[in-house]
């Protein structure tokens, strides 16, 4: 079955302590990215990932790294999380990295983070 | 960078009539997506139309898209409970600098069906 798959799904820690949710994609999508939503705000990218070794900031950076050492995972990693980091994220990809997406982006299940 | 934004931010009705969501946003677009999300899933790709077109049909979903009002539509028709979700409208810039970075979305619309 064609997924993306996050970890963990529900996630309590304390402020300072490094954690890492880890995405996977089984349909060989070029394209990865990382969400967060938050009550009004709505959705805001994080960061997103075009290829291999190719990663580019989004809206909302600080605070958070990427990697993306093979086409299928692409961790989100919180090296000294904060409260203000609390909230739902969302990994997604897509097959089209192209001249501005014209395909779908299929979304994983969402991580909910709290930092105390 | 650009974005959606739905109207309105909430909306409830009965069990089989139609329910109107719109979108609007500020600059040229690619094309504009609507997503659905149920209450703390991930979001589902519902349709995609295109900046030269005008309606787009999918099932019980009816999209529209006035690129002078730079506005769109998503209608649902004869609508069920399971339709109880948020719908997010997506748009890509095309000026985002190439890529998919240029997709950014609304705030949704909270869309209640009551039975």
């Known amino acids: 079955e064609a997924q993306v798959t996050q970890n963990p799904r529900y996630l309590i820690t304390v402020t300072g302590k490094k954690l890492t949710v880890t995405c996977s994609q089984n349909m060989n999508h070029e394209y990865m990215s990382w969400y967060r939503q938050d009550p009004g705000l709505g959705l805001r990218q994080i960061y997103y990932?075009?290829?291999?070794?190719?990663?580019d900031k989004g809206d909302v950076p600080e605070g958070y790294k990427v990697s993306r050492k093979e086409k299928r995972n692409f961790p989100l990693i919180l090296e000294s999380p904060s409260p203000n980091q609390t909230s739902l994220y969302f990994c997604?990809?897509?097959?089209?990295?192209?001249?501005?997406?014209?395909?779908?982006?299929?979304f994983g299940e969402g991580s909910r983070l709290t930092v105390l | 960078s650009q974005q959606g934004e739905e109207d309105p931010q909430a909306l409830s009705i009965q069990e089989g009539e139609n329910a109107t969501m719109n979108c609007s946003y500020k600059t040229s677009i690619n094309n504009l997506q609507w997503y659905r999300q149920n209450s703390g899933r991930g979001l589902v790709h519902l349709i995609l139309i295109r900046s030269n077109e005008r309606e787009k049909h999918s099932g019980r979903l009816r999209v529209t898209l006035d690129t002078s009002k730079k506005s769109s539509s998503l209608l649902i028709t004869a609508s069920r409970a399971a339709d109880t979700a948020s719908y997010f409208c997506a748009t890509v810039d095309p000026y985002s600098g190439g890529g998919a970075d240029g997709l950014t979305f609304g705030k949704g619309t909270h869309l209640i069906i009551q039975p």
């Open positions: 990932s075009m290829n291999v070794e190719v990663t």
């Open positions: 997604a990809s897509s097959p089209d990295p192209g001249q501005g997406i014209t395909g779908e982006l299929f």
